[in-house]
T-cell receptor, first 111, second 110 residues
């Protein structure tokens, strides 16, 4: 139990589908993050939310749309994705400026 | 540009010591983190350095030299379960974001 739960663990979708990734943290943290992890590449920060407000959008294409309804939940809405978007998507949370705690990720495959 | 460089892979035998180096060039510096990631699992926090010197935590130690843009993670008395990817990450500013290296895959052999 990492304290950060991501669902689903695996997702296969076509390029025209719409799906959402969910992240929930049970640690009482006030910041949440989305990262993309591709094989042999560094973890890439996508979005940062601090107290439900988005404080960072790292030039992410609009086909990825984050939502943070409260400080415990974070979503990543996906639509019309491309094959190069296939990756592991990791959610993390932290107290602001403290070490981040990661979920196990969602393995996304785009057909 | 911003770079965080670490070796791709290292192999060592059980009981030995391995040192994973990380060099960084970032727009700013507000701390350096090391994470461990087993295949198919979440990265887990190992250590944090913000001042120069050595931080020791059991079998793991991490060193930082800010003037050289350099850190290392030292793993002592290696165990088979230490086989994993080790990620170096820099916090470039006082905000929450981290910039990661590509990770070093450590393989521990019997």
């Amino acid at each position: 139990e990492t304290g950060v739960t991501q669902t689903p663990r695996h997702l296969v979708m076509g390029m025209t589908n719409k799906k959402s990734l969910k992240c929930e943290q049970h640690l009482g943290h006030n910041a949440m993050y989305w990262y993309k992890q591709s094989a042999k590449k560094p973890l890439e920060l996508m979005f940062v939310y601090n107290f439900k407000e988005q404080t960072e959008n790292n030039s992410v294409p609009s086909r990825f749309s984050p939502e943070c309804p409260n400080s415990s939940h974070l979503f990543l809405h996906l639509h019309t994705l491309q094959p190069e978007d296939s990756a592991l998507y990791l959610c993390a949370s932290s107290q602001w400026r403290q070490p981040q705690h990661f979920g196990d990720g969602t393995r996304l495959s785009i057909l | 540009g911003q770079n965080i460089d670490q070796p791709t892979e290292m192999t060592a035998t059980e009981g030995a010591i391995v040192q994973i180096n990380c060099t960084y060039q970032t727009s700013g510096f507000n701390g350096l983190f090391w994470y461990q990631q087993h295949a198919g699992e979440a990265p887990t926090f190992l250590s944090y350095n913000v001042l120069d010197g050595l931080e020791e935590k059991g079998r793991f130690s991490s060193f930082l030299s800010r003037s050289k843009g350099y850190s290392y993670l030292l793993l002592k008395e290696l165990q088979m379960k230490d086989s994993a990817s080790y990620l170096c990450a820099v916090k470039p500013d006082s905000w929450g974001k981290l910039q990661f290296g590509a990770g070093t895959q450590v393989v521990v052999t019997p």
